[in-house]
C-alpha cells in the first residue's frame, strides 16, 4: 500500500474546468492527461496509520516517569491507504477503520505490555470469536537495512501478525488474512520526533486493529446466520438491530 497525495487545483474557477467536464460527461472515464493541466503538484500525503500523527503530537515532549509507560488509543479517524489492483471485497480496501493503541515506555515495560496484550486477545479470538486463527512473526524493511535481525533486539523488536483463516478462499495452507498485528518498534519513533523519558529511555510500540477484518474473519468463518454464531459473541451482541424496510 502507499499514501495518498494531496493536490490543489490551479484554479477553483468552474469555467477553468468546463473542457474536463466536458470529457468526463461524454467518455465517462477521467482523462488523465486533461486533469494534470488543472491541478497543482502534490503538496501533502495522507499517512495511511495513525501513530504518526500519535507521535507528531507529543514531538520534543519530555514524559514524567511516573507516568510511564504512556498507554494510548485512536479509534475516529478512517484510514486511506492506496491499493492500487490490490483491492479485494471488504478485506483489502482503500478505506477502513482500524483501532491504534500506542504504548511507549522502556524496553522492559514493553514487552510486558506486548505479552499481556497478546493474552488479552487470545481470550477475544478464542473464547469470544472463537476463531481458527495463528500468530506469525515478520521482520519490518528498516530492521534488515539496520542488520539487527537474529540478535537480542531484533528478537524483542519486530511485528507479530495475527491471521484468520476465510474458508470461502479455499486452501487451508494457503487462505489466511492478516486482521491485525503488534509491534514493537524500538526507538524508531522516540527519537525521529524526539519523545524522552524524564530519567529512562525510551522505545515505542503499537498495536493495530483492522475492523473491517476482524468483520470479514468472523462471518467467513461463523457465517451470516446470528443464530449460529458463538455465546460469547451474543453475551456482547444479544440480537442485531432492526434494519430498515425498502419498498
Known sequence: GEIYYICEPKSRDPAEWERFIDIVKITREVPEEEILKNIKPPRDGVVYAQCPNIYASMKGKTIAEDNLPLLLFEHYVPSNRYESGGKHGIERVDEFHRIEIVYIGTKEQLVE???????????????????????????????????????????????????????????????????????IVGDKYTKAFNIKGQKSYLWSGCSGIGLERWMIAFLAQKGLDPDKWPKGFKKYLPQLPEMPRFL
Open 113 to 183: 505490555l506486548r505479552d499481556g496484550l497478546i493474552e488479552r486477545y487470545k481470550h477475544v479470538f478464542n473464547e469470544i470469536l472463537e476463531l481458527e486463527w495463528r500468530m506469525a512473526r515478520v521482520t519490518p524493511f528498516y530492521m534488515q537495512q539496520a542488520g539487527i535481525v537474529g540478535n537480542e533486539e531484533g528478537i524483542i523488536k519486530g511485528t507479530i501478525d495475527f491471521e484468520a483463516y476465510l474458508p470461502y478462499r479455499g486452501d487451508r495452507n494457503k487462505e489466511w488474512l492478516e486482521f491485525q498485528n503488534i509491534s
